[in-house]
């Protein structure tokens, strides 16, 4: 990605107007990670973890600068990752059940991952191309119908034996936004009677695979487990009181306390994307961020129900992103790579409907 995105520019792709705004906000957010260094008494991986950083916003002025140029990419952006969704919970699901020699390194904490270092990340990886697949299903043509449910089916699995509480969350969550804006911009009643039959036969056909999964005794005590309260969640130093301190902290350190720093001083990690904001990118940082998303939601808020060839998309990526917002409460999101290439989706079909008001202005006079 690093060769990829220098080439591109190199030769020509340009950052426009429309996209200028995203590269001011995650510049301004990566030097509140500098600005955090400077208070670290020792730096060790901190350059490193803000390398990384800035890695991932240059991907997401990327991704929306490539797709402002060709709005056909959008469709090569979901495709691929509808088959890299497919592979990796294929690889999740065969480690989860030991289908092979080796295969737990699939796995983590009897808990599929895929092709991924965390179950936790890889669980929400799945959740934009299910939504495209779900998309594809209840607006595609019904030949189509079989191919789509099989894929939903694998990722599906793969979301549910990751066994992460977050993503079960949202994809729930994301699927029936999904459906509740198609219904809203669907004014046909026939359509609607379409979208809800397909919708009702889709959730019965989950509701018969997650009942078969139950069956299987290590499958449903992990599941029975995940679903209760943990004791890293409300024990003494768990995840909440961990946030509380950490917020009671921030409000006395507006530079931050350094990138992975929090866990020298609590037990674990901050788990939380407004603290991690805070505690490695400062107050300059958690400002940033949050106008970051505030924006994002603008503009597929105002764009969201407009008949263009990147709406199914631009919606797509729009309620995921409002899901990962809602999912860094419990858990940091600011190195996903896919969560920055949600951000470019969004900010790349904002761009594109810039464009296209002012090639109809154009055409007006």
């Known amino acids: 990605m690093v060769g990829q995105v220098a080439l591109w520019f190199l030769f020509g792709l340009r950052i426009s107007r429309g996209t200028a705004p995203l590269v001011a906000l995650l510049l301004v957010f990566n030097v509140g990670g500098i600005l955090s260094l400077t208070v670290m008494q020792d730096l060790g991986d901190g350059p ?31 495709d691929a990752w509808v088959v890299a969704a497919i592979v990796t919970s294929m690889l999740g699901i065969l480690g989860y059940f030991h289908a092979f020699p080796g295969a737990e ?36 043509r019904l030949i189509d119908a079989p191919f789509k449910v099989a894929g939903l089916l694998v990722v599906a699995l793969g979301v549910f034996l990751s066994f992460s509480r977050a993503a079960w969350a949202l994809f729930l969550f994301s699927a029936v936004a999904l459906v509740f804006i198609l219904l809203l911009k669907e004014r046909t009643g026939a359509f609607r009677l379409k979208i809800l039959m397909l919708t009702i036969a889709a959730v ?59 866990s020298t001083i609590f037990p674990e990690d901050e788990h939380n994307i407004w603290l991690k904001t805070l505690t490695s990118y400062g107050w300059l940082g958690f400002v940033t961020f949050i106008l970051l998303i505030l924006w994002t939601l603008r503009i597929g808020f105002r764009f969201l129900l407009r008949d263009r060839p990147w709406q199914p998309h631009l919606m797509i990526a729009w309620i995921t992103i409002i899901g990962h917002a809602a999912i860094g409460n419990v858990i940091d999101i600011d190195h996903w790579r896919h969560f920055y290439l949600l951000l470019g989706i969004v900010w790349g079909c904002g761009a594109l409907e810039r464009r296209h008001q002012k090639s109809l202005g154009r055409r007006m006079i």
Do not use: C, K, W
Not at 116 to 136: C, K, R
Not at 204 to 213: C, E, G, P
């Open 48 to 78: 490193m973890y803000l390398a990384v950083s800035t890695f991932l916003a240059l991907t997401a002025v990327f991704y929306a600068a490539v797709i402002e140029d060709d709005a056909r990419r959008l469709n090569l952006i979901f």
């Open 105 to 140: 390194v699939f796995t983590r904490y009897d808990r599929a991952m895929g092709a991924f270092q965390d179950p936790n990340v890889f669980g929400p990886f799945l959740i934009a191309p299910s939504l495209y697949l779900i998309h594809g299903l209840l607006t595609g």
């Open 204 to 262: 019965v056909v989950l509701v018969l695979a997650l009942a078969i999964a139950l069956q299987v005794e290590q499958v449903r005590d992990l599941f029975l487990s995940r679903t209760g309260i943990q004791e890293y969640d409300s024990g003494h130093l768990g995840r909440f009181e961990r946030h509380r301190l950490g917020f009671l902290m921030s409000m006395e350190r507006p530079l931050g306390i350094g990138p992975m720093v929090f």
